[in-house]
């Protein structure tokens, strides 16, 4: 089969079709076994990866970077804001019309949700979100996606339990749309009652998709039905009250007497850093995945680069978005979109239910 990679940016879980996925996770294992066995790989020699962190990262940047390394290329970039002319003021249009001169890939993390949509529109080359606020982490999904694969030898009729800050959780966003396409899967979501799922998730894939869900509040009774745990920790810096993060930090705390109720097969993922929601004995135990996840990241993101500029290369030409059928007469009311601290931004909004009159900001997802 052949894939088109032409002038493509990586900004949410639905960017891959399921071809595609299977063909990155193939290329990921190949080079995974390349790197392994010692080769000196020279397939990216002479480009240049840059990784613009304005929010902090072990994982993903440092992966990025290690990935980019490993394949014979170079980086350049910068690990949070104040290291950048962001503190200045600098937008991120302007940061991105200037590195797209300095680099032939960007991999970007931003605290406000649509910021990788701001700055694709300002890129000729590849742009890739590594986690826009509480809102997507598309490249933490291909980890999960490689480490399922690994864990449970198929994608199909798992039940998938996502439990803590499914709220603010943006690698349960990610996965959740990257899953929903693989037959039979059942989603067993747990969480407190204020760090339910949010309503672009409901929308884009349990009302769009008609998506076998369930909600509870205990981790102890979803337990025994799950193939796969993905345990998150609740992210204290999306938080406007520090009163209700401190209320809700340990709402789920896994430990070896909850992993006694999982099926001998289940395996538990975690996109880390952790706080305290797995205890270190679990380690221990077989089932727990996710030193295993973090590693898959730079092969597939080793894969990611590949495609990406391997495609770019021989097409150079990145398409414009569409903005066909966009309204521009409202105001999106998010506190945390990117709208909000770029206003020259066009405010951009797609029409999602006629019926119901609802519209979605173009950039966060959030209804007018
Ligand atoms: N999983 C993840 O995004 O980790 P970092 O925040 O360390 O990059």
């Not at 490993?70 to 910068?78: R, Y």
């Amino acid at each position: 089969m052949d894939f088109n990679f032409k002038g493509r940016d990586i900004i949410n879980g639905y960017d891959f079709t399921t071809q595609e996925l299977c063909h990155i996770m193939d290329t990921a294992m190949i080079y995974e076994k390349r790197v392994k066995s010692g080769e000196a790989i020279k397939d990216m020699e002479g480009m240049l990866v840059a990784t613009l962190f304005f929010e902090p990262s072990t994982r993903t940047r440092l992966s990025f970077e290690s990935a980019m390394l490993s394949l014979g290329g170079q980086v350049i970039g910068f690990s949070g804001a104040d290291s950048s002319s962001a503190v200045k003021g600098e937008t991120i249009a302007d940061t991105i019309e200037v590195v797209n001169g300095y680099a032939d890939i960007i991999a970007m993390r931003h605290p406000k949700e649509g910021a990788p949509v701001v700055a694709s529109m300002h890129t000729a080359v590849p742009l890739i979100n590594a986690g826009d606020g509480g809102h997507f982490h598309p490249t933490q999904t291909l980890a999960d996606l490689l480490t399922i694969h690994h864990e449970k030898g198929t994608f199909d009729n798992l039940t998938i339990g996502l439990c803590g800050d499914l709220k603010y959780g943006r690698t349960v966003h990610s996965l959740i749309e990257a899953m929903s396409r693989y037959k039979d899967i059942q989603f067993v979501l747990i969480s407190p009652e204020e760090l339910k799922i949010p309503g672009f998730i409901r929308y884009n894939v349990f009302e769009n998709q008609g998506v076998s869900y369930t909600e509870v509040s205990s981790l102890e009774e979803a337990m025994p039905k799950l193939d796969v745990l993905y345990m998150t920790r609740i992210q204290r810096e999306r938080f406007d009250d520090p009163w209700e993060y401190e209320r809700l930090k340990d709402s789920y705390v896994l430990d070896t007497e909850k992993m006694k109720l999982a099926k001998g097969k289940m395996c538990v993922l975690h996109p880390l850093p952790r706080v305290n929601e797995i205890s270190v004995k679990v380690d221990d135990d077989p089932r727990a995945a996710y030193f295993r996840q973090a590693l898959n990241g730079k092969y597939m993101r080793m894969a990611l680069i590949l495609k990406l500029l391997d495609e770019a290369a021989r097409n150079p030409a990145k398409e414009a978005i569409d903005t066909t059928g966009l309204e521009y007469d409202r105001v999106c009311r998010n506190p945390k979109c990117i709208t909000q601290t770029e206003q020259e931004l066009p405010q951009l909004f797609r029409c999602t239910d006629k019926a119901a009159d609802i519209h979605r900001c173009i950039y966060c997802e959030q209804r007018a």
